[in-house]
């Protein structure tokens, strides 16, 4: 690369390569935990009425490990965007946070856990290297959508890591620390769904293509590579089942344009929810291990009282019926709801694996209306819904590809693209690139303006 030395090149090798071990192993460790949990909960159904008990817990361990309470993808996120460091603590802080909240029975997925151990994971591996970015200068850090990181409660440190001005390995970090713990989060996501494109594509698009990030694009692509390959040799992660993929024809295009509409306006109202319940919560009082314990209540409450035992845990067995085209009518609802209550409240987990499942739902209940193929539909919904909560429509095309085969490419282009236009620019991680790419000609209009005689 121009303008970098050897040595550093050979470093960013060398870490490229450690983190995508390292993510690989915090992949399987990470599955073998959640899966153990679940199949507890699934074989002593008492253990759901622990759960206000279990989301208390993960709390008090987020606190006795000095993290913030409230600590979210989003925040994670916005840590790296400014260059923070990302605490060592993190890693096993969600991992077993997740795992609790599984355990109890919580509609929460554990591949937010993944970005999370990723993140931190990454972060810690590059500090003994020295790393120094190998193209330009890097200008400072900026958020996603211009928020500062939210401060913990209860004692805990003000952002996902400690912040302060030293570099990874002494010095100014120069955006070596959002390069560090991006490529970690793209590993471990990579080697859990074993899809290395699209999640070198997801942090890019976290970050809204942060230039210390896309820049470092070949060395997180050389990790994601380790990271799915160690995976796929391991054959542990979350394997989403294969659909027939037709051919690109007028019926299909008229049944991904239905689909995707559905998703985008349900899925719009899906994060608005969960994103409002949480601003709710936190304006009305910051005492975390109430709403937590709040949460695991409502959903022990709702489980018990509508007999909705299967829809406990991250969803993969609700996505597996979808895919085999057992599923429609209202369970995209219900999945829906009970992610809402335990997200909205602060069970520790992620929102990913959960909403693959109430986009697969909701594509295949859609076939009363397009009478198509339920599976199909299910996995037009999966990609669908996906790009209108996350606002990453690059990420949702390419692991709808990696997933379920490059057959897809047309319809899943055209799901994404009816789906990002019509969905709201807003998700769960904050504003979403159109968004920011209009403030930012808006902004270079008035300056224009502004130096106009």
């Excluded at 390569?17 to 909960?41: E, M, P, R």
């Excluded at 494109?197 to 698009?205: R, Y």
């Excluded at 739902?361 to 198509?372: D, H, I, K, N, R």
Aim: net charge positive; with cysteine.
């Amino acid at each position: 690369m121009k303008g970098a030395s050897s040595a550093q090149v050979l470093r960013h090798g060398v870490f490229a390569v450690a983190v995508g071990v390292v993510g690989a192993a915090a992949s399987v460790v990470l599955c073998l935990v959640v899966g153990w949990a679940y199949d507890l909960v699934c074989a002593h159904g008492w253990l759901l009425y622990l759960l206000p008990i279990f989301a208390v817990a993960s709390l008090l361990l987020y606190r006795a490990l000095r993290l913030p309470l409230d600590t979210t993808t989003h925040t994670v996120i916005n840590d790296i965007c400014a260059d923070r460091s990302i605490s060592p603590a993190l890693a096993p802080g969600i991992l077993l946070g997740t795992a609790l909240s599984i355990l109890g029975g919580a509609s929460v997925g554990k591949e937010a856990a993944a970005l999370h151990m990723g993140a931190s994971l990454g972060d810690l591996v590059a500090r003994p290297l020295k790393l120094r970015p190998l193209t330009g200068v890097w200008k400072g850090g900026s958020r996603a959508d211009g928020a500062g990181g939210t401060s913990g409660g209860d004692g805990a440190v003000g952002s996902a890591g400690a912040s302060g001005g030293a570099g990874i390995g002494g010095g100014a970090s120069g955006g070596v620390r959002a390069y560090a713990a991006s490529c970690g989060m793209a590993a471990c996501f990579a080697a859990l769904f074993f899809a290395p494109l699209g999640s070198t594509a997801f942090v890019i698009e976290l970050s809204r293509y942060d230039r210390s990030v896309w820049r470092h694009a070949p060395f997180m692509l050389l990790a994601c590579f380790v990271a799915f390959g160690l995976a796929s040799i391991i054959g542990i992660g979350d394997v989403i089942p294969k659909v027939p993929l037709p051919a690109l024809s007028w019926p299909v295009v008229g049944q991904c344009v239905v689909i995707a509409v559905a998703c985008a306006l349900v899925g719009t109202v899906y994060i608005q929810i969960i994103d409002g319940a949480q601003r709710l919560t936190k304006r009305i009082s910051q005492n975390y291990y109430l709403w937590a314990a709040l949460g695991g209540v409502l959903m022990a409450v709702l489980v018990t009282l509508f007999d909705w035992r299967g829809f406990e845990g991250t969803g993969a067995n609700l996505l597996s019926d979808a895919l085999a085209g057992r599923a429609g009518g209202w369970t995209f609802a219900v999945k829906a709801l009970l992610t809402i209550v335990c997200l909205g409240l602060w069970l520790r987990g992620g929102e990913i694996m959960p909403t693959f499942t109430v986009g697969a739902l909701l594509g295949a209940s859609c076939t009363v209306m397009t009478q198509g193929d339920p599976a199909f539909s299910a996995a037009v919904g999966l990609v669908a819904f996906f790009a209108a909560m996350s606002r990453c429509p690059v990420t949702a095309f390419l692991m709808g590809c990696e997933i379920f085969g490059w057959a897809g490419a047309p319809a899943f282009a055209l799901a994404v693209a009816v789906s990002f236009s019509l969905g709201r620019d807003v998700g769960l991680y904050g504003r979403g690139a159109t968004g920011i790419l209009k403030r930012a000609t808006s902004a270079a209009r008035a300056r224009l303006v502004v130096k106009k005689p």
